[in-house]
């Protein structure tokens, strides 16, 4: 059993090959400031994208009618509950239209889709996408009845280790409670109540703690008036929260290594900061425990940054109190995806229809 993960970044198209859940060989196409510069946008980056797959599948005598399944990561669609989606003509639709927003990961649907027909018309999916908005209503509400908080976060790991996770404590993850901080260039901590992520960050916004690029969330007021001051346009503002944010604006860096480097050459500039950002981090978690009343069987921590023994060292010290805290470094997006693919090849899980 077959199944061709693809997942698509910015500038990158990672994929990998597995029988059932083993890989067999993954692999990093990256695509040149050059060869994107040629696109107005990422949907026209098709083409190139799709012949860069084929290719790589080729050299590694891959035929398309061998595999079972393909699975891509999800784009920004509409807002849906976790699990593995059927790619279909609407999903499609609505990512060509770019009518919930651009992203890279718009194009992993459709180079499912495409790449499952030339394959002879095996099942195309997506699993857990950014989008997935589990949120109980109370969780929504904010105190201007105008602004609603928004379900955005890295659904694809958090509900992977979330199920990691479950399986060590020997139960499933619809039977646990469990607090997954995702630490990388943004940072989202979701709240999983016995499966579903009731409350979360909305870490593409730049809600949160702050991370390597993402500024956290900012006094409000203080907001307000430099939105208003003159001194920096929208796109400058937005900039601000999610891309030129956190240990970039304080550090001139997003890379935590280099940060590290620096606290051990007796920068203690660099040490509040990287202190800063797990005291953010460690608070964002302490404050869930009050979504189960404390009942939590677990706190999971992942992403890049879990690599950075320093840093969940700190963060380690500060939530402890509250339940076993377990470690999961790394993303491992292109395993979950695999890994959504098979729970509904194998039987496990019914595919779920985007409408």
């Not at 393909?70 to 699990?83: D, Q």
């Not at 857990?128 to 790991?157: C, Y």
């Not at 409350?199 to 900012?218: F, H, I, K, Q, Y």
Request: with cysteine; proline share 4%.
């Amino acid at each position: 059993m077959l199944i061709l993960a693809v997942n698509h970044g910015p500038t990158s198209t990672k994929l990998a090959l597995f029988e059932r859940a083993q890989i067999l060989f993954s692999e990093t196409l990256t695509h040149s400031p050059e060869e994107l510069s040629a696109y107005s946008s990422i949907a026209e980056q098709y083409p190139l994208r799709k012949e860069a797959i084929l290719k790589f599948l080729s050299t590694r005598n891959v035929r398309a009618s061998s595999l079972a399944a393909v699975v891509g990561r999800g784009g920004l669609t509409k807002p849906l509950s976790g699990g593995t989606y059927l790619v279909n003509e609407q999903m499609l639709l609505d990512l060509a239209s770019a009518v919930h927003g651009e992203h890279a990961s718009n194009l992993g649907p459709r180079l499912a889709w495409e790449l499952a027909q030339v394959a002879g018309g095996i099942p195309a999916f997506i699993v857990d996408p950014v989008v997935v908005d589990e949120l109980d209503d109370i969780a929504r509400l904010t105190g201007m009845p105008e602004l609603t908080r928004q379900s955005k976060f890295h659904a694809l790991n958090q509900k992977a280790v979330g199920r990691r996770a479950a399986r060590a404590l020997g139960r499933k993850y619809t039977e646990v409670n469990i607090i997954v901080a995702h630490l990388g260039g943004g940072i989202s901590i979701g709240a999983h109540k016995q499966g579903r992520v009731v409350d979360v960050n909305n870490a593409l916004d730049g809600e949160g703690p702050m991370s390597p690029e993402r500024s956290s969330t900012v006094p409000a007021g203080d907001l307000v008036r430099l939105c208003f001051s003159g001194r920096l346009s929208q796109r400058e503002i937005l900039r601000k929260l999610t891309g030129s944010g956190g240990l970039e604006a304080h550090l001139g860096t997003t890379d935590a290594l280099k940060v590290e480097q620096r606290i051990r050459s007796g920068d203690t500039h660099a040490l509040v900061v990287y202190q800063a950002l797990a005291y953010q981090v460690a608070k964002g978690i302490a404050a869930l425990a009050a979504v189960f009343c404390g009942e939590v069987d677990a706190v999971v921590l992942t992403g890049g940054l879990a690599h950075s023994e320093l840093l969940i060292g700190w963060i380690k010290d500060r939530v402890s109190f509250l339940a076993p805290v377990m470690v999961y470094p790394g993303e491992g997006e292109l395993e979950a995806l695999a890994q959504g693919a098979l729970r509904v090849l194998s039987g496990e899980e019914t595919p779920k229809v985007y409408r």
